[in-house]
């Protein structure tokens, strides 16, 4: 999908929201792959001693780091101004982590302006909307929590056994980079309408309600899973505990959340 000419003119051709939705995808997918699979070209592109450079996705499931446009207004929406310039200043890991977050802004100003270009009412920007809500964001997909969001959210299948050994080796991914994936694996992990397709099934906090956090144990009385930072167990501490009761099964006040 282009953007189309000025304000002047005919009015622009009605476009659907599955139209919209798709140029998003594919703008999203080239996003993706200067930030994972193509990082290396991308990172010696993004020189601080040239000037502004914007990131840009383009309907094509390609990307270009390049100037922005000079025609004032733009076409479109433009990408975040000089991403060259903080390259050298931050961990490269945290530098691509907000050219990502800039980017997830990016797309939606953009398939937001075709929306309103095209007339879209309540019910279509609610459906457009949700079509790009149910795919993961850039940023979740460069930083790795994307894939293992799901993996995390259902301790209750590990062997019990291991309810304390297992879960703090689990819970430090980041101490080491995250494995990026691809834009075709990440793609291949969506339906055909772009959702993907995730364990909906999530195990909660018996203290506070919450969903997984960085590190967990199960009450080996009740089976109730609770945060470390709500009972006030460590991951060093759980390694020494043979069997676990949580506040409750101890007859303790109940632990804050």
Request: proline residues 9%; negative net charge.
């Amino acid at each position: 999908m282009d953007g189309g000419g000025g304000f002047m003119g005919p009015p622009p051709v009605p476009r659907s929201p599955e139209d919209v939705f798709r140029d998003f995808r594919a703008r999203r997918a080239g996003l993706i792959r200067a930030l994972t699979t193509d990082v290396e070209k991308f990172y010696v592109m993004c020189d601080p001693e040239k000037e502004n450079l914007c990131l840009y996705g383009l309907p094509n499931e390609t990307w270009e780091v390049n100037l922005p446009a000079e025609e004032v207004p733009p076409e479109l929406p433009e990408p975040a101004l000089g991403i060259n310039f903080a390259r050298d200043g931050m961990n490269e890991k945290d530098w691509l982590s907000l050219v990502a977050v800039h980017s997830d802004s990016w797309l939606l100003s953009v398939a937001f302006y075709f929306g309103a270009r095209f007339g879209f009412d309540k019910e279509s920007r609610k459906r457009l909307f949700t079509m790009i809500n149910n795919l993961p964001t850039v940023y979740e997909v460069v930083t790795g929590t994307a894939k293992k969001e799901p993996k995390d959210k259902t301790p209750k299948n590990s062997n019990k056994s291991n309810k304390t050994g297992s879960k703090p080796r689990q819970s430090e991914p980041n101490s080491r980079a995250p494995k990026l994936p691809s834009p075709k694996e990440e793609e291949e992990s969506e339906g055909e309408d772009g959702e993907p397709q995730e364990d909906h099934e999530s195990t909660l906090c018996g203290a506070c309600g919450q969903s997984y956090d960085d590190f967990w144990i199960c009450c080996d009385l009740c089976e109730k899973w609770f945060h470390g930072k709500c009972v006030k167990i460590t991951p060093a501490k759980a390694e020494h505990i043979k069997q676990y009761k949580c506040p409750s099964c101890t007859g303790s006040k109940r632990a804050k959340a």
